[in-house]
């Protein structure tokens, strides 16, 4: 059997900060919101006071240095960015039992609030639904994972974001190093070779036609370690306005990652984030003390660096640079007085605005003032936020309803309340909405004053044509307000969208239960009932004509039915029963639902996306049943406990091939009856969310010994699992990374292959091994007790294989299983060998 070996490595600060256990704030009461009010005027000032930027690329969701971000953005006010080139599709939910697509939504919403936490600029680099920079999984190589995004379609929109950001520092999140992830090693790859090719004209020269110009990072850094850096950023320092250390606000961000279970909590005191310098095109030192050293951090820095390229020539770019940075010192002396903070924001607005216009008229060189122009228009947004904060303008946007159809008349209202002393004048407001749509204002969108505690409140009525586009949930928000006004003399602007996502939804939203089944072709003519649940979406009462198309020579009975609805958000169900032709090939067949009604046709489901921490989103898709035809011999009259972890649903899975599942409960394991259960499984890590079964351990283990079937699905050492868990010891391997089979392809040889497993109530092949999805087997063990058979080997291409995959023993009168394949995957794919395979197991007996 494979033993694992510990392997040094130097860790990013996101891998080693992961070790603590806990939460950072973990039923704290919300802030006060005067405090709240005073910390964001803070945030939102402190970044007039340098011009440097920087930017931290990583591969998922959670991959991001958070406590790094937040010393650079929150308490340096750097304009920092985080571009993460997936959405974390492949993983596992630890909140709910969305998967793929679904819960590539979640944890973009997730990560898009952690970004607001740490005031960073978020980019993701997939930007569609099953794009193909897609997480099809864990991986140990770079090269297939750049194989699968398309390496060409990644690097170009790495080097866009770096030509659009146009950052000092870059820093990939992680190393090259055999022990990470394939994910993790390929987004250092090219970010590494993005440091030199962003300021290549002729990489990419498509982007330069768009209007981007080539831009040289002036410094790249890669994770390092105490004993060997260049710089040590002190992440662990107290800031007193947010009354936190930086580890703390960005552990902050990280509870927003809830589907990964991220947060952790951190005492007070010293710490530190390693970096090592890898490229400079500035003079670098051994050891630095910031990492931007070398670099044109303030105003009056930006005006020296005007000078020296400038010669001499110019000098009132580099008057004004010098004029900003006082303007700068004044916005930061007059905090906490909100009003004068905003008579100086403003000033600055002013001096901004003179600024560019001398830079344009200017004779320095287009790269410089490319350059300067960015830097300033930077700095003009965050004084728009910056007025907003200080004159307490509060705007916001409120849709009668942000569930729409086609053809729909609505309406939206934008209000802008002055919370504050300043009195705001030419207050205009004006309502974005996609082409197409109509918007009429039922009152005036420009008010001449805006005084304290007054609102300004614009209602619009809001048609929706009838080709509108349904929602996406990676687009920016279809409607959103622009809110302009002066104060002190110059204007600021405020971008404001709805709380919640507002989208075109389809009229009817068909719900299928089940979404998946087979179709037992030992069986062809037995019926499959399907469940249609029917929310209208439509405006008011509707009427719909529900159908199944079902394939040729398939029969739904009825043909069709009528719905009819009262109200919008109204839910009907009614069933059908679909049966299929005498002959039946193996294969996949498809049955789909169709409603039609006076607001159009639609074949769609809408997934509600619903979570306090998220807010409310929706994933839009196919109303159908996939159907897997093949041949299943089923063990009659066995009874099944099934103990969820939550993390799966292959309980619903096993009744759909018609076995009888009950779901066990807390009390159940505690105190039920357990011989009533031919068979007992644990789903996916349950014993790390289930706090019953470790004190419960032993009923388990009576169980089998008195003749019951368990079934143990995989887990991490850290699911407080330990080898005595099970009758004969079973250690996991570790470092987890070497201890998994990723490759779905990979060959299986059948140690034991007389065993009953393979053989009873379904003979399983070579066959039953094809056609699996994403990964074979997650965290195997590496050490087991001589009792067990080992009943298969496999590994990735090249690599030693793993025996203890899944292991079986007789323990007294019954049998214990454990298996570290990832049926929570292949069984609601429909993967036949899979779930042939798992009725095996869960039928074995002694």
Same mark, same amino acid.
């Given at each position: 059997?494979?033993?694992?070996?510990?392997?040094?490595?130097?860790?990013?600060?996101?891998?080693?900060?992961?070790?603590?256990?806990?939460?950072?704030?973990?039923?704290?009461?919300?802030?006060?919101?005067?405090?709240?009010?005073?910390?964001?005027?803070?945030?939102?000032?402190?970044?007039?006071?340098?011009?440097?930027?920087?930017?931290?690329?990583?591969?998922?969701?959670?991959?991001?240095?958070?406590?790094?971000?937040?010393?650079?953005?929150?308490?340096?006010?750097?304009?920092?960015?985080?571009?993460?080139?997936?959405?974390?599709?492949?993983?596992?939910?630890?909140?709910?039992?969305?998967?793929?697509?679904?819960?590539?939504?979640?944890?973009?919403?997730?990560?898009?609030?952690?970004?607001?936490?740490?005031?960073?600029?978020?980019?993701?680099?997939?930007?569609?639904?099953?794009?193909?920079?897609?997480?099809?999984?864990?991986?140990?190589?770079?090269?297939?994972?750049?194989?699968?995004?398309?390496?060409?379609?990644?690097?170009?929109?790495?080097? %866009?974001?770096?030509?659009?950001?146009?950052?000092?520092?870059?820093?990939?999140? !992680?190393?090259?190093e055999p022990s990470t992830h394939g994910h993790h090693r390929a987004i250092s790859i090219i970010t590494v070779r993005a440091y030199k090719d962003a300021?290549?004209?002729?990489?990419?020269?498509?982007?330069?036609?768009?209007?981007?110009?080539?831009?040289?990072?002036?410094?790249?850094?890669?994770?390092?370690?105490?004993?060997?850096?260049?710089?040590?950023?002190?992440?662990?320092?107290?800031?007193?306005?947010?009354?936190?250390?930086?580890?703390?606000?960005?552990?902050?961000?990280?509870?927003?990652?809830?589907?990964?279970?991220?947060?952790?909590?951190?005492?007070?005191?010293?710490?530190?984030?390693?970096?090592?310098?890898?490229?400079?095109?500035?003079?670098?030192?051994? %050891?630095?003390?910031?990492?931007?050293?070398?670099?044109?951090?303030?105003?009056?820095?930006?005006?020296?660096?005007?000078?020296?390229?400038?010669?001499?020539?110019?000098?009132?770019?580099?008057?004004?640079?010098?004029?900003?940075?006082?303007?700068?010192?004044?916005?930061?002396?007059?905090?906490?007085?909100?009003?004068?903070?905003?008579?100086?924001?403003?000033?600055?607005?002013?001096?901004?605005?003179?600024?560019?216009?001398?830079?344009?008229?200017?004779?320095?060189?287009?790269?410089?003032?490319?350059?300067?122009?960015?830097?300033?228009?930077?700095?003009?947004?965050?004084?728009?936020?910056?007025?907003?904060?200080?004159?307490?303008?509060?705007?916001?946007?409120?849709?009668?309803?942000?569930?729409?159809?086609?053809?729909?008349?609505?309406?939206?209202?934008?209000?802008?309340?002055?919370?504050?002393?300043? &009195?705001?004048?030419?207050?205009?407001?004006?309502?974005?909405?996609?082409?197409?749509?109509?918007?009429?204002?039922?009152?005036?969108?420009?008010?001449?004053?805006?005084?304290?505690?007054?609102?300004?409140?614009?209602?619009?009525?809001?048609?929706?044509?009838?080709?509108?586009?349904?929602?996406?949930?990676?687009?920016?928000?279809?409607?959103?307000?622009?809110?302009?006004?002066?104060?002190?003399?110059?204007?600021?602007?405020?971008?404001?969208?709805?709380?919640?996502?507002?989208?075109?939804?389809?009229?009817?939203?068909?719900?299928?239960?089940?979404?998946?089944?087979?179709?037992?072709?030992?069986?062809?003519?037995?019926?499959?009932?399907?469940?249609?649940?029917?929310?209208?979406?439509?405006?008011?009462?509707?009427?719909?004509?529900?159908?199944?198309?079902?394939?040729?020579?398939?029969?739904? &009975?009825?043909?069709?039915?009528?719905?009819?609805?009262?109200?919008?958000?109204?839910? %009907?169900?009614?069933?059908?029963?679909?049966?299929?032709?005498?002959?039946?090939?193996?294969?996949?067949y498809e049955i789909q639902a169709v409603a039609k009604g006076a607001q159009g046709q639609s074949t769609e489901n809408v997934q509600v996306i619903s979570?306090?921490?998220?807010?409310?989103?929706?994933?839009?898709?196919?109303?159908?049943?996939?159907?897997?035809?093949?041949?299943?011999?089923?063990?009659?009259?066995?009874?099944?406990?099934?103990?969820?972890?939550? !993390?799966?649903?292959?309980?619903?899975?096993?009744?759909?091939?018609?076995?009888?599942?009950?779901?066990? &409960?807390?009390?159940?394991?505690? !105190?039920?009856?357990?011989?009533?259960?031919?068979?007992?499984?644990?789903?996916?890590?349950?014993?790390?969310?289930?706090?019953?079964?470790?004190?419960?351990?032993?009923?388990?283990?009576?169980?089998?010994?008195?003749?019951?079937?368990?079934?143990?699905?995989?887990? %991490?050492?850290?699911?407080?699992?330990?080898?005595?868990?099970?009758?004969?010891?079973?250690?996991?391997?570790?470092?987890?990374?070497?201890?998994?089979?990723?490759?779905?392809?990979?060959?299986?040889?059948?140690?034991?292959?007389?065993?009953?497993?393979?053989?009873?109530?379904?003979?399983?092949?070579?066959?039953?091994?094809?056609?699996?999805?994403?990964?074979?087997?997650?965290?195997?063990?590496?050490?087991?007790?001589?009792?067990?058979?080992?009943?298969?080997?496999?590994?990735?291409?090249?690599?030693?294989?793993?025996?203890?995959?899944?292991?079986?023993?007789?323990?007294?009168?019954?049998?214990?299983?454990?298996?570290?394949?990832?049926?929570?995957?292949?069984?609601?794919?429909?993967?036949?060998?899979?779930?042939?395979?798992?009725?095996?197991?869960?039928?074995?007996?002694?």
């Amino acid at each position: 059997m494979k033993r694992g070996s510990w392997i040094s490595t130097s860790l990013s600060l996101v891998s080693s900060l992961a070790i603590a256990g806990g939460l950072l704030f973990p039923a704290a009461a919300p802030p006060a919101l005067a405090d709240r009010g005073v910390v964001d005027l803070w945030k939102a000032i402190k970044p007039l006071t340098t011009i440097a930027s920087a930017m931290n690329t990583g591969a998922h969701p959670d991959d991001e240095h958070s406590a790094t971000l937040a010393y650079l953005s929150l308490g340096r006010g750097v304009d920092t960015a985080s571009i993460i080139a997936n959405r974390g599709e492949g993983g596992q939910n630890e909140i709910g039992s969305e998967l793929g697509n679904a819960l590539g939504i979640i944890r973009t919403r997730e990560l898009q609030e952690a970004s607001k936490i740490t005031n960073v600029h978020l980019g993701l680099l997939s930007q569609e639904l099953n794009d193909p920079i897609y997480d099809f999984g864990f991986s140990k190589s770079p090269d297939e994972t750049l194989e699968k995004w398309g390496e060409e379609v990644v690097y170009e929109r790495l080097i %866009k974001s770096i030509r659009e950001q146009r950052p000092d520092v870059l820093i990939p999140a !992680f190393l090259n190093e055999p022990s990470t992830h394939g994910h993790h090693r390929a987004i250092s790859i090219i970010t590494v070779r993005a440091y030199k090719d962003a300021a290549d004209p002729h990489v990419f020269p498509e982007q330069l036609k768009a209007g981007l110009h080539p831009w040289q990072v002036k410094k790249l850094y890669l994770p390092a370690s105490e004993k060997d850096y260049t710089v040590a950023v002190p992440v662990g320092n107290y800031d007193e306005v947010y009354g936190a250390s930086y580890v703390q606000l960005g552990e902050e961000s990280r509870f927003m990652h809830k589907s990964q279970g991220m947060g952790r909590q951190y005492d007070d005191g010293p710490k530190n984030a390693y970096y090592k310098l890898a490229e400079s095109v500035v003079k670098a030192k051994e %050891k630095e003390a910031s990492l931007f050293d070398g670099i044109a951090y303030t105003f009056h820095d930006l005006a020296q660096e005007v000078e020296t390229k400038a010669k001499g020539q110019d000098h009132n770019v580099a008057k004004d640079l010098r004029k900003l940075q006082e303007d700068a010192d004044e916005v930061m002396a007059a905090y906490p007085k909100f009003a004068e903070v905003a008579r100086q924001v403003h000033a600055m607005k002013a001096d901004v605005t003179a600024a560019i216009n001398d830079v344009n008229k200017s004779q320095l060189d287009d790269a410089l003032k490319t350059d300067l122009l960015h830097r300033l228009q930077v700095k003009a947004g965050q004084l728009d936020r910056a007025s907003a904060e200080a004159a307490s303008l509060v705007v916001k946007v409120k849709p009668d309803t942000g569930e729409l159809v086609a053809g729909q008349a609505t309406r939206i209202t934008v209000t802008a309340y002055n919370g504050g002393a300043v &009195e705001l004048k030419k207050l205009k407001v004006k309502l974005n909405f996609p082409a197409g749509w109509t918007a009429r204002a039922t009152g005036p969108e420009s008010f001449e004053q805006l005084k304290n505690s007054q609102t300004a409140s614009v209602t619009y009525e809001v048609n929706v044509p009838a080709n509108a586009e349904k929602f996406h949930p990676y687009e920016p928000s279809i409607v959103s307000a622009d809110v302009t006004y002066e104060a002190f003399g110059t204007s600021a602007a405020v971008h404001a969208t709805p709380e919640n996502a507002v989208g075109v939804l389809p009229p009817y939203a068909m719900n299928l239960s089940p979404n998946a089944t087979i179709l037992n072709t030992l069986k062809p003519d037995q019926p499959i009932p399907v469940k249609v649940s029917v929310r209208n979406y439509a405006p008011g009462a509707s009427q719909a004509t529900i159908s199944l198309a079902v394939p040729n020579g398939w029969k739904a &009975e009825p043909a069709s039915k009528q719905l009819q609805f009262s109200s919008k958000g109204e839910t %009907k169900s009614l069933s059908f029963t679909v049966t299929a032709g005498s002959q039946v090939a193996n294969g996949k067949y498809e049955i789909q639902a169709v409603a039609k009604g006076a607001q159009g046709q639609s074949t769609e489901n809408v997934q509600v996306i619903s979570y306090p921490h998220i807010g409310k989103t929706y994933y839009i898709q196919p109303a159908k049943v996939d159907i897997q035809a093949f041949d299943l011999k089923l063990p009659e009259n066995i009874k099944i406990g099934y103990v969820s972890s939550g !993390f799966d649903n292959i309980d619903q899975y096993l009744r759909e091939v018609g076995l009888n599942v009950v779901n066990l &409960e807390e009390k159940d394991i505690q !105190f039920g009856d357990l011989s009533q259960y031919d068979t007992i499984v644990l789903g996916i890590r349950a014993y790390a969310f289930r706090p019953e079964l470790i004190p419960s351990n032993q009923r388990l283990l009576d169980y089998v010994k008195n003749g019951g079937n368990l079934v143990v699905q995989y887990h %991490k050492p850290e699911d407080k699992w330990s080898p005595s868990l099970a009758p004969y010891p079973i250690k996991i391997g570790e470092p987890l990374i070497e201890w998994r089979v990723t490759d779905e392809n990979s060959k299986v040889t059948m140690l034991a292959p007389d065993h009953k497993i393979f053989n009873q109530p379904n003979k399983i092949t070579e066959a039953d091994w094809d056609n699996w999805i994403q990964d074979r087997a997650a965290y195997n063990p590496a050490e087991w007790g001589r009792e067990y058979t080992a009943l298969i080997s496999t590994g990735d291409p090249g690599e030693d294989e793993f025996a203890g995959t899944f292991l079986t023993a007789p323990y007294g009168r019954g049998t214990y299983t454990y298996s570290s394949l990832v049926w929570y995957r292949e069984i609601p794919s429909m993967v036949p060998g899979a779930i042939r395979m798992f009725v095996n197991m869960v039928s074995l007996k002694q």
